[in-house]
């Protein structure tokens, strides 16, 4: 099939996910080299990815720490509930 655009213009969205998924292992640009190995049209973009890879713990670190509150806060409403019930 012929396409107008091609790859090198966007990430298709299987290697969005591998990079998501594999983001915690990504330490550096070398980390890069497992997932975009087969996507021979990424390569010559492998700086420029692992640059705007570098820039997501910036926004995903809200996030977590988000996260982390809201499993706090639902743990001590859970620990409230738990010593209302014993109270009874």
Request: charged share 25%.
């Amino acid at each position: 099939m012929y396409s107008v655009v091609p790859p090198v213009a966007f990430l298709p969205d299987f290697v969005i996910k591998k990079i998501l998924d594999n983001y915690a292992l990504l330490h550096s640009a070398m980390d890069l080299d497992q997932i975009i190995e087969n996507e021979s049209y990424l390569v010559p973009h492998w700086d420029a990815l692992w640059q705007v890879i570098s820039t997501f713990e910036a926004e995903f670190i809200p996030l977590w720490e988000k996260a982390k509150l809201d499993k706090a806060t639902a743990r001590k409403a859970k620990e409230l509930t738990h010593q209302q019930n014993m109270g009874e």
